[in-house]
């Protein structure tokens, strides 16, 4: 069964950077789409970033310029380095996978999920 671990998250002062972390284990199959979402109190769950098998990254328009995605070696651990942070970034993110990246910001498609890692940017 495929297994989602995150962490990374904790508390940083607005300008500040934080690198969250995505482990995938337990799929037999040769590739996962990695996407990050994330959910603030009183807040849907938003797609932030995603990258495809081949390389491919897509992000959310509120994130553009200010996050970057990319994955290790492995090819199944994930990298979201978070820049430039902002007091409206303060959310639970989440990791998430599914086998391609269409429709990759509609959270209801992702079949796999982790528990979330808390991010607050004050």
């Known amino acids: 069964h495929v297994q989602l671990v995150e962490s990374g998250g904790g508390s940083v002062q607005a300008g500040g950077s934080l690198r969250l972390s995505c482990t995938a284990s337990?799929?037999?199959?040769?590739?996962?789409?990695l996407a990050w979402f994330r959910q603030a109190p009183g807040k849907g769950r938003e797609g932030v970033a995603v990258i495809d098998s081949d390389g491919s990254t897509r992000y959310a328009d509120s994130v553009k310029g200010r996050f970057t995605i990319s994955e290790g070696n492995a090819k199944n651990t994930l990298y979201p380095q978070m820049n430039s942070l902002e007091p409206e970034d303060t959310a639970m993110y989440y990791c998430a996978a599914k086998q391609t990246c269409i429709s990759w910001n509609r959270a209801i498609a992702y079949d796999y999920w982790g528990q979330g890692t808390q991010v607050t940017v004050s």
């Open positions: 337990g799929y037999t199959y040769r590739n996962l789409c």
